[in-house]
């Protein structure tokens, strides 16, 4: 049951320092690193579930479920935790539903399908799987939908997932909602698609999604492509379509440049202020609302932990170079990503010195940075550094460039750290690979 609205949850920072010696709640990351070595992601299970619950307590006076984006991050165990507490979530591909499948099967019913290019394996598998509702990018997807349900002779949920053209303030690689982009329908074009799918039995047109991107700051564009897509209901419904499901999409964004003990940190204002922005809109419409946040419910309670490996001088440049690199946490290189990095050990008594330095990875690219000229403590091969608010798309991005496995990942629960994930090894990498003999 969802809390009452006026409920304070606490949403305090896991990572603070203990006797001088960064922690994640109750655990010392230093003892992490001597247990499990370095590189390693480790999350704050205590965060997660809180901020799930500031999204379902601030949109608890309307009818909602809050889909999780699975992309954010897809551990198994994190699923499961949210599935508990019963979070629905957005997929894009049949391996994301496999994850839910095998995180909290109750929960498959409470997925939305979103994707560009799905694929007849992904859409059946999704249809058997009785999923809430598919988000159609295209009407050529909404045809294939309709054909394989009507084999099937199982009747698809489906939403237009529009295209409001609303310019939202962010990374041009993550802005998806503006006409130029390849997502979603013209808003414009959607009324007569609905119609047009009334000739298909197998289709029940249930809802409109709409979704403008990622890490938006702002709660205005939220609101302005809410209320087109109330617009466009209210039309569908004129034209007797029953829409039951309005899906508002993810994008809440986080302040990445945020220190750990920052006082103007206040994420449930945040959340609260973007549900004020959407319910302000939505009055007295009669929907279920969807939510898809992925980076606000688990950026925050990540960190990427790793050990400095060299500190090297090339010209008038300092370079540290750690044992994580992009293919471990390929925000900063993809994005220009900013990511607060802190030493685990705090210098004792005496004025900390800084230097500017760029920390860097040992990947075989000039891309292959956390920061560039930032001035940091100065740290030492041997040192282990942290780099924050990795928990969104850090391990979910991960690659094996370079032939590097990935790192574990390490749950924290109070003072106890469950490995979640173990680090892979040379024979998982070679596992795929054949080498025949000719
Ligand atoms: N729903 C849909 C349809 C999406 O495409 C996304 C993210 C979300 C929800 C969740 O958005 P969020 O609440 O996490 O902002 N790799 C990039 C972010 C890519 C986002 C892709 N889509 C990054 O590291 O910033």
Request: glycine letters at 8%; charged letters at 20%.
């Amino acid at each position: 049951m969802p809390k009452p609205a006026s409920q304070k949850v606490a949403t305090a920072r896991p990572f603070s320092y203990r006797n001088r010696t960064l922690h994640c709640d109750g655990v010392s990351l230093a003892s992490i690193a001597e247990q499990h070595s370095t590189p390693a992601y480790v999350y704050s299970e205590r965060q997660i579930s809180e901020r799930f619950q500031l999204f379902d307590q601030a949109f608890a006076t309307r009818p909602h479920t809050i889909c999780y984006a699975v992309k954010a991050n897809s551990s198994l165990v994190i699923l499961r935790l949210l599935g508990e507490q019963g979070a629905g979530f957005d997929i894009v591909s049949g391996g994301e539903l496999e994850r839910v499948r095998k995180a909290h099967k109750p929960a498959l019913q409470r997925i939305v399908f979103s994707g560009v290019g799905k694929q007849v394996w992904e859409i059946d598998a999704a249809l058997k799987a009785n999923i809430l509702l598919f988000n159609v990018e295209s009407e050529a997807e909404l045809y294939l939908l309709a054909a394989r349900a009507e084999t099937l002779g199982i009747r698809a949920r489906f939403a237009l997932r529009v295209n409001p053209d609303v310019f939202a303030d962010t990374h041009p690689y993550i802005s998806t909602g503006l006409r130029e982009h390849k997502f979603g329908i013209d808003i414009t074009l959607a009324r007569a698609i609905y119609k047009r799918a009334t000739k298909f039995k197998s289709l029940d047109p249930a809802g409109v999604s709409v979704h403008i991107g990622s890490q938006i700051r702002s709660v205005r564009p939220f609101a302005a492509a809410t209320q087109r897509v109330l617009d466009l209901i209210a039309d569908l419904r004129k034209d007797g379509h029953d829409i039951r499901y309005l899906d508002a999409g993810g994008g809440l964004g986080i302040d990445y440049h945020d220190s750990i003990n920052d006082p103007k940190f206040n994420p449930q204002q945040q959340v609260q202020n973007y549900a004020a922005a959407l319910n302000k809109v939505l009055k007295g419409i009669d929907a279920h609302l969807l939510l898809e946040p992925g980076r606000f419910i688990v950026a925050q309670a990540g960190a990427l932990l790793t050990r400095v490996l060299v500190v090297k001088q090339n010209g008038a440049k300092t370079f540290v170079i750690t044992d994580a690199g992009m293919n471990d946490l390929i925000r900063p290189a993809l994005y220009q990503a900013h990511h607060e990095i802190i030493p685990v050990k705090q210098t004792a008594g005496k004025q900390v010195t800084t230097s500017v330095v760029d920390v860097v990875g040992p990947v075989c690219e000039s891309g292959d940075f956390f920061a560039r000229d930032r001035a940091l403590p100065n740290v030492k091969p041997g040192d282990l550094v942290v780099l924050l608010d990795t928990g969104a798309y850090g391990m979910s991005l991960t690659s094996n460039y370079n032939t590097r496995p990935r790192p574990p990942e390490l749950l924290i629960t109070g003072d106890k750290a469950q490995l979640i994930r173990r680090r892979e090894t040379l024979k998982d990498l070679f596992g795929p690979e054949l080498l025949p003999t000719f």
